[in-house]
């Protein structure tokens, strides 16, 4: 295994799976979400936790910051319903595990857990971020990420359409959650088409169309921000952009999926670092303590990373991974000093 530490328990109160993975600490403590969702079997929410922890330390790493890949999942069944009492003893079962990492694992909210569930945790543990605003933390991440998808997606739209801006161009978004909403806000003179799994969510400002035909649909850019695994072998074929930039993590269910894209002329932005600009924002205010303005600045640069690697002769991946491995092999003081 390439991960460095896996723990899964049972939690004493909740009794359901209770999940931190860890992929490295060569840059620093690790850091990652806390995912509280369905899965079929509990091993299922293993594989996502190892999945997303290595997702964790090449977007630390991308990014430039001296911290390594986590990530905790509590993993409910399919059946048993989530009570407050329940999510109450899940989260506790976690903060005990969180604490018990001694500072070598920093949390924060992901899927299905937001700032309200971190100062659970933090009754636990100190290390725990982005709590509500109104108690000290800087609440959520969902703007602060969206910023970042859109500074990606301006570099793609200058590298593939030659264009300053995404007017009169087509977009297509997956998944209107927090993130999903916010980018289709920042997409001035587009044509918008959105869908998502619940329906409760269609917006009369946009087009809408269902998430079988999401892919499908002819676009210019696609934008994934619901789940993982969008792109496979099989799936590759049903792609109509040109530019794909989206928050979701793990977008490619195999390394080799970049390549099948780029067959088919379709520009791909690596999700770890498109998706970057939530822990960006997070760990500088709350961690360097920089103020909004100067946090923002660097979530900012995610653009910049992007041109970088749209003007590589390989593939953005490529270029992206290569990026990685430098980093994760300079030494820690480099990356504290940049």
Known sequence: ???????????????????????????????????LRRYSSWRDGVDDALRLSEAMTAKCAAAGLAFGGGKSVIALDEDTPL?????????????????????????????????????VLRQHSPHVFCLPEENGGTGTSSIPTAVGVLAALRAGVRHVFGADSVARLTVVISGLGSVGSLIAQGLPGARVVVSDVDSSRR?????????????????????????????????????QARLVVGPANNQLTAYLVAGLLAERGVTWIPDFVASAGGVIYTLGREVEHLTHEEAMARVEGIGSTVDSLLGSARTPLDAAMDLVRERLTRPRADLASR
């Open 83 to 119: 009570t407050p009492s329940l999510r109450q003893a899940a989260l506790d079962d976690l903060g005990e595990l969180i604490a018990a990492h001694d500072g070598s694992y920093l949390a924060g909210p992901d899927v299905g857990t937001g700032p309200a569930d971190m100062l």
């Open 203 to 239: 917006d009369p400002a946009y087009e809408w169309v269902s998430p079988a035909e999401a892919l499908r649909t002819p676009a210019d850019i696609f934008v994934p921000a619901a789940v993982g695994g969008v792109f496979s072998p099989e799936t590759v074929a049903n792609v």
């Open 1 to 35: 295994m390439e991960h460095e530490d896996l723990t899964v328990r049972r939690g004493r109160r909740s009794g359901l799976p209770v999940i931190i993975a860890v992929h490295s600490r060569a840059l620093g403590p690790a850091v990652g979400g806390v995912r």
